[in-house]
């Protein structure tokens, strides 16, 4: 299983105090890998130039944590480079609190997996 990782998954980390890989890990229950849209990449970098206070500190380390894993280079970019990336791959799971992406994802029938009363992820699939 390929687990996709949006820009704001990667900043629960810092956000909320919730260890994302752990979390994944938990529900899991199989091997999987963990791949991350260059989109996110790109959307990190400029929350990191941009941003301030928490969501600066939570884009900082969300870069951190994505260079331990795969990038995929998408052309498309925000929300729509982590659904190309989603359906290019096979056996995929996006991991994301962003609610329009969800429904869109959820329309294609793409599972999913998100933060719940922020305190822990749930998958929905």
């Known amino acids: 299983m390929k687990v996709i ?3 704001n998954i990667l900043m629960v980390p810092e956000q909320f105090k919730v260890d994302v890989f752990r979390e994944i890990d938990r529900i899991l229950n199989c091997d999987y890998s963990i791949l991350i849209p260059s989109t996110v990449i790109k959307e990190l970098k400029e929350i990191t130039d941009t ?3 928490v969501d600066k500190r939570a884009a900082k380390i969300g870069l951190l ?3 331990e894993h795969s990038i995929v280079d998408t052309e498309a970019t925000g929300d729509n480079g982590v659904i190309e990336a989603a359906v290019s791959q096979e056996n995929t ?3 994301t609190n962003d ?3 969800k429904e869109r994802l959820r329309k294609k029938g793409i599972p999913l997996i998100y933060l719940r009363q922020g ?3 749930i998958k929905d699939f």
Do not use: F, Q
Request: proline share 0%.
């Open 65 to 67: 944590l994505a260079k």
């Open 99 to 101: 609610k329009e992406l």
């Open 51 to 53: 941003g301030s206070g």
């Open 5 to 7: 990782l949006d820009t």
């Open 119 to 121: 305190s822990h992820l």
């Open 93 to 95: 799971v996006v991991a």
